[in-house]
Nanobody, 120 residues
Framework: DVQLQASGGGLVQAGGSLRLSCAASGFIFDDYSIAWYRQAPGKEREGILCISSREGITYYSDSVKGRFAISSDSSKNTVYLQMNSLTTEDTAIYYC?????????????WGHGTLVTVSS
């Protein structure tokens, strides 16, 4: 079974940084793209960044450019989301999703979210 486990969320002050991890199992890691999404209170889920061995990195959101970065470690089957210069607008539940090969924005597999709270 495809499993994704997001972790690393927590409480951070505005201007701070956090690194989220998405540990994947149950599939061939390099055959899938993995993306980060988030859902803020009262808002719809939005895509942030995606990484694929076939395409590289795809941005889904302009609001994180220059602040967030995605990376992967195939030896650990883990994708990371480095978040810098956090603002209160980044407060959300963060999810990772996986889909076959390419970053289309419609993952077929989801992990449980991890909560990020940015305080002012």
């Amino acid at each position: 079974d495809v499993q994704l486990q997001a972790s690393g969320g927590g409480l951070v002050q505005a201007g701070g940084s956090l690194r989220l991890s998405c540990a994947a199992s149950g599939f061939i890691f390099d055959d899938y793209s993995i993306a980060w999404y988030r859902q803020a209170p009262g808002k719809e889920r939005e895509g942030i960044l995606c990484i694929s061995s076939r395409e590289g990195i795809t941005y889904y959101s302009d609001s994180v450019k220059g602040r967030f970065a995605i990376s992967s470690d195939s030896s650990k089957n883990t994708v990371y989301l480095q978040m810098n210069s956090l603002t209160t607008e980044d407060t959300a539940i963060y999810y990772c999703g996986a889909e076959h090969y390419y970053c289309s924005g419609y993952p077929g597999h989801w992990g449980h979210g991890t909560l990020v709270t940015v305080s002012s």
